[in-house]
Each structure stands twice: as structure tokens, then as C-alpha cells.
Antibody, heavy 121, light 110 residues
Framework: EVQLLESGGGLVRPGGSVRLSCVTSGFIFSNYAMTWVRQAPGKGLEWVSSISGSAGSTYYADSVKGRFTISRDDSKKTLYLQLNSLRAEDMAVYYC??????????????WGQGAQVTVSS | QSALTQPASVSGSPGQSIIISCTGTNSDIGHYNYVSWYQQLPGKAPKLMISDVSNRPSGVSSRFSGSKFGNTASLTITGLQAEDEADYFCSSYTNTRTVIFGGGTKLTVV
């Protein structure tokens, strides 16, 4: 059974940093692209960042480029998102999602339960 | 890049069919057959319902189908059931190697 479990969210001050983790199981982690998608309160889904299988390539939305860093540790089957210089508009539930292939696509077949990031002073 | 355009809401009665449209540009929907549809129930994570324009993942009801013409993709749900009431999001791969979502459509089964 495929499982994705996010952790690391919480309350952060504007300008602060936080690191999200997504521990996975049930599939060969290194073979799949992984993605972070966020959802602000009452809003739609926003793609944030993706990383191809075996950390070959990384991709970012313009809204987070230069502030967020995606990475993966295939030995630990874990995906990370480092969030720096946080703004009020970054406040959202952050979902970890598994791609259906090695490279980035728009199909995400398994999702975690989400990690809440609250940005407030 | 702006979000894909979806109607904010659609509604239908049990047993009826509905169509949700998703309009993009030549840089995304019109350029690739990488369009997906997600169902999100309240308080839950999204669920993949359609991949690559029209493919249904294992376990998804055959009442759900997808199509594309030009820059517009569509999700059709036939034989509406109360359990289909949810938010639906489309997404597409883009020519800048990013992914873009639609704003979401709230489906009400009345």
C-alpha cells in the first residue's frame, strides 16, 4: 500500500523558515518524480515544486522560486521542501504527491494528508 | 502564468450528466496531452480521477470520462450520484516545464 506522510508544518513568523518532510512507503521511491502542491484556506490547488526521479531535475513555480528548495533522499524514501523568507501568502496546507513516472507530468496518483503552514507574527 | 479557467460551480440532479470545462492556452492544454482531473472531498486530499486527458486510473468509476479539443479539456460525469458532490480541479503540464491547475469547480448534486 502506497503511503505518504507529511510533517514539519506549524506557525512561522513572516520572513522565517520551515522544512517540510514527506516520508513514503509502498513503492520504489527513486523511480518516481515527486511534487509539492499547496492549498490556501478556501482556495484552489497551486503547484509549488517538483523533483524528478533520483533527484535529476527540479522545477519551481515562479511564486516560490529562489525562496523554496525541493530535495529528496532516496535512501530514506523521503521528500523535503525547505521554505525560506516566508510571506503571508505562503500560508496553506502543503500536500506531498507522487508522480506516475520518472519525469515531471501533471498526473499525481497518491497524495499525503497535508501539512499546515501558518505564517503570522 | 494564470490558472486554467474552470466554471466556479455546476449542479445536476441524481442520474443526470454534467460537463466541467477547463480552458487553457497553446502553452499548456493545447500543446500537450497531459491533462488531469482531481476530485477533492471536503477536508480531504485530492484524488486523481482522469490522467493524460482521458485515461481512468484503476478503481475510478466508468461514469467519469475526459476529453480535449484544442485548448479546452472537459470532464464528464454521467449518472450523477450524491457521492460525486465535491470540488473538481483540472491540471496541465506546460511548455515551461511547470504544472498549472484550474481554479476549481464545485459540483452540487441537487
Amino acid at each position: 500500500e502506497v503511503q505518504l506522510l507529511e510533517s514539519g508544518g506549524g506557525l512561522v513568523r513572516p520572513g522565517g523558515s520551515v522544512r517540510l518532510s514527506c516520508v513514503t512507503s509502498g513503492f520504489i521511491f527513486s523511480n518516481y518524480a515527486m511534487t509539492w502542491v499547496r492549498q490556501a484556506p478556501g482556495k484552489g490547488l497551486e503547484w509549488v515544486s517538483s523533483i524528478s526521479g533520483s533527484a535529476g531535475s527540479t522545477y519551481y513555480a515562479d511564486s516560490v522560486k529562489g525562496r523554496f528548495t525541493i530535495s529528496r533522499d532516496d535512501s530514506k524514501k523521503t521528500l523535503y521542501l525547505q521554505l525560506n523568507s516566508l510571506r503571508a501568502e505562503d500560508m496553506a496546507v502543503y500536500y506531498c504527491a507522487k508522480g506516475v513516472g520518472y519525469y515531471l507530468g501533471s498526473d499525481f496518483d497518491y497524495w499525503g494528508q497535508g501539512a499546515q503552514v501558518t505564517v503570522s507574527s | 502564468q494564470s490558472a486554467l479557467t474552470q466554471p466556479a460551480s455546476v449542479s445536476g440532479s441524481p442520474g443526470q450528466s454534467i460537463i466541467i470545462s477547463c480552458t487553457g492556452t497553446n502553452s499548456d492544454i493545447g500543446h500537450y496531452n497531459y491533462v488531469s482531473w482531481y476530485q477533492q472531498l471536503p477536508g480531504k486530499a485530492p484524488k486523481l480521477m482522469i490522467s493524460d486527458v482521458s485515461n481512468r486510473p484503476s478503481g475510478v468509476s466508468s461514469r467519469f470520462s475526459g476529453s480535449k479539443f484544442g485548448n479546452t479539456a472537459s470532464l464528464t460525469i454521467t449518472g450523477l450520484q450524491a457521492e460525486d458532490e465535491a470540488d473538481y480541479f483540472c491540471s496541465s503540464y506546460t511548455n515551461t516545464r511547470t504544472v498549472i491547475f484550474g481554479g476549481g469547480t464545485k459540483l452540487t448534486v441537487v
